[in-house]
T-cell receptor, first 117, second 114 residues
């Protein structure tokens, strides 16, 4: 079974600064997807960014980018120019590519991101 | 179009009661997923549907939990003889295809069992 570990329960950053959230995972599969989801107090999980394991190029979405290190099984999220609206819980998630076993997402425990004005 | 919707937003019940939680996926999405999120934790997978059939229900914790999707659209998660440990936020997600597409989440139902 796959596991996802987020070792930072809470992170704090000054507005306009850059912050990096860590995520590591354990799997024996070679093809899979990795995701970062944001969950504000409204509870709605919002997709931030997605990475296919077979792609070497790191995904980017505006101010959000990832550092995907497949050999190290690491998938960190970098948020540039942090904004007050970025404050939320951030979850790293894994999903198998070929559907072997459960096709649901496996989530980490989350990192609470605080933005200091 | 509209996103995933879930009703009710909050549900308070007493231990031993039966509850139903509803999920309305994004129109046209064939895959539907249920997750449970306990306080301070990430969501845990419960079950997913491809069309009307449960493709994998390996995440359901026990036989008190059951889910249906009779017409391949709306799904209902049913919990019998609720226990205090069932208190959590129940999230629903849908995707266009089962394997390759991103899952889009609803706002969840917060279930409190007294």
């Amino acid at each position: 079974a796959q596991t996802v570990t987020q070792s930072q329960p809470e992170m704090s950053v000054q507005e306009a600064e850059t912050v990096t959230l860590s995520c590591t995972y354990d799997t024996s599969e070679s093809d899979y997807y990795l995701f970062w989801y944001k969950q504000p107090p409204s509870r709605q999980m919002i997709l931030v960014i997605r990475q296919e394991a077979y792609k070497q190029q790191n995904a980017t979405e505006n101010r959000f980018s990832v550092n995907f290190q497949k050999a190290a099984k690491s998938f960190s999220l970098k948020i540039s120019d942090s904004q007050l609206g970025d404050a939320a819980m951030y979850f790293c998630a894994y999903r198998s590519y070929d559907g072997g076993g459960a096709d649901g997402l496996t989530f980490g425990k989350g990192t609470h991101l605080i933005i200091q004005p | 179009g509209a996103g995933v919707s879930q009703t009710p937003s909050n549900k308070v019940t007493e231990k031993g009661k039966y509850v139903e939680l509803r999920c309305d996926p994004i129109s046209g999405h064939t895959a539907l997923y249920w997750y449970r999120q306990s306080l301070g934790q990430g969501p845990e997978f419960l079950i997913y549907f491809q069309g009307t059939g449960a493709a994998d229900d390996s995440g359901l914790p026990n036989d008190r939990f059951f889910a249906v999707r009779p017409e391949g659209s709306v799904s209902t998660l049913k919990i019998q003889r609720t226990e205090r440990g069932d208190s959590a936020v129940y999230l629903c997600a849908s995707s266009l295809l089962l394997r390759t597409d991103t899952q889009y989440f609803g706002p969840g139902t917060r279930l409190t069992v007294l």
